[in-house]
């Protein structure tokens, strides 16, 4: 049992019918060109994207590729750290992804002595 759900059991239940997207990232969309399909793959072989990352991944696909020619402003570079943010690409944010497949941590075999 996680302790936010111990806390507060009613966060469990609450959170019963979320989605729970587990397909791949696929492929670049269609009408990305070269450099765009380059970094698509790049950036969609993070083993915790799913089909539900792909409108977001679009996005920040398109603005790295303006931060690598050196065509984004201050705004524009916050806009993408927040756009990778939100897909896990930052260490803070990384460690709140629940990635499909993902192993559950191994028990604490000291727990009870803590």
């Not at 992804?97 to 559950?104: D, F, N, R, Y």
């Amino acid at each position: 049992m996680k302790g936010a759900f111990k806390k507060d059991p009613q966060r469990k239940t609450a959170r019963k019918n979320e989605p729970r997207p587990d397909g791949p990232v696929g492929a670049a969309p269609e009408h990305f060109d070269a450099e765009e399909r380059k970094l698509w793959d790049e950036l969609a072989g993070y083993f915790w994207l799913t089909e539900a990352d792909r409108l977001l991944l679009e996005i920040a696909v398109k603005l790295m590729v303006l931060f690598r020619k050196n065509a984004l402003d201050g705004g524009g570079i916050s806009k993408l750290i927040g756009a990778l943010a939100k897909l896990g690409f930052s260490p803070t944010d990384r460690s709140k992804v629940q990635a499909p497949g993902a192993k559950e941590p191994e028990a604490d075999r000291f727990a009870d002595f803590k």
